[in-house]
């Protein structure tokens, strides 16, 4: 089981970028599906998680009316909106699932808890510069 983030890279202070999760060997529609963020020298923080089926979705207060996150069922794909970003947005991104079970939540946060979200993708750079 695999999930594959794509669509880091460089942008300037303000500006937007996309980042996008796929996989090939399950279904995302049926399962919660995070963000998490990762900076030289702290903690993961997990930013932003999506229920199954998009039904509901949870942000972390550093994030919270600049990132936006969905889904594209047709492209078994889920995305990570970015906007105004910060330098302090500069991190290693990765998205997480909880396959514990089908239909499974965020638990009501966007923290992904370790004990569900045990599959996580390799991580995506994401650099804010000018």
């Known amino acids: 089981v695999q999930l594959v983030e794509s669509g880091g890279g460089l942008v300037q202070p303000g500006g937007s970028l996309r980042l996008s999760c796929t996989a090939s060997?399950?279904?995302?529609?049926?399962?919660?599906i995070g963000w998490a963020r990762q900076a030289p020298g702290k903690e993961r923080e997990g930013l932003s998680c999506?229920?199954?089926?998009?039904?509901?979705?949870y942000y972390a207060d550093s994030v919270k009316g600049r990132f936006t996150i969905f889904r594209d069922s047709d492209k078994n794909t889920v995305y990570l909106q970015m906007d105004n970003v910060e330098p302090e947005d500069t991190a290693v991104y990765y998205c997480?699932?909880?396959?514990?079970?089908?239909?499974?939540?965020?638990?009501?946060?966007?923290?992904?808890?370790?004990?569900?979200?045990?599959?996580w993708g390799q991580g995506i750079q994401v650099t804010v510069s000018s």
């Open positions: 997480a699932a909880n396959l514990r079970y089908l239909l499974s939540s965020c638990s009501g946060t966007a923290r992904l808890d370790s004990y569900d979200f045990q599959t």
């Open positions: 060997e399950f279904t995302l529609d049926f399962y919660a």
């Open positions: 999506s229920n199954s089926r998009g039904a509901g979705e």
